[in-house]
């Protein structure tokens, strides 16, 4: 058991570090979607949405980091389930499926997000590259901007809910590890 908890604990300790990095990508992103919402200047605009791509990008592959760390921790639980006592059993499966929830929740954001969001980034840079051009029609020009907020809110959600549920996996993992304690005192 002594070996199970090991790998438990490494896996954890490697997961929160990952969930933490994403978190804080996604909070850049959201930073920069604001700053991109509140420039004036377009080509500046332009220049932002490239940023937030990058930024995006770094999303994507924190994400796929932190689903790695995820599976491994639950193999780790099933492992540890094998050879627990019934009381702590219970604890165990409880915990796997918190945390089965949430990576299967992070995994269909992520995917949604890393895809829809860039779409719409991609949008963007075009509605902002569209309000230069046509600055001197201000009925073009209003609606391009009516286009371009509705595209902020809607990314906005997106990240919103994505930091949010980044949030809710690492209370998981604390949990996770709160239990992995408790098992090194039993064990000891």
């Known amino acids: 058991m002594v070996e199970e908890l090991k790998k438990l604990e490494e896996n954890t300790r490697q997961a929160v570090s990952r969930v933490a990095a994403e978190y804080k990508y996604a909070v850049e992103f959201k930073k920069e979607l604001e700053k991109i919402e509140h420039e004036e200047d377009p080509d500046k605009a332009i220049k932002e949405v490239r940023n937030g ?46 945390l089965t929830v949430a990576e299967r929740k992070l995994v269909e954001l992520a995917s949604m997000f890393t895809g829809k969001v860039k779409t719409e980034l991609q949008d963007i840079k075009t509605d902002e590259a569209l309000l230069e051009h046509y600055e001197k029609d201000p009925e073009k020009a209003k609606h391009i901007h009516h286009h371009l907020t509705q595209l902020f ?36």
């Open 53 to 98: 791509l990058r930024i995006l990008r770094w999303v994507g592959r924190a994400e796929n980091r932190v689903n790695q760390s995820e599976m491994k921790i639950l193999s780790n639980l099933e492992d540890l389930g094998k050879i627990l006592p019934a009381d702590l059993k219970t604890r165990e499966v409880d915990l796997h499926e918190k």
């Open 153 to 188: 809110k809607d990314a906005e959600a997106h990240i919103t809910e994505l930091i949010t549920w980044i949030g809710g996996t690492e209370a998981i993992l604390k949990q996770i590890e709160g239990f992995e304690k408790t098992l090194e005192e039993l064990s000891a």
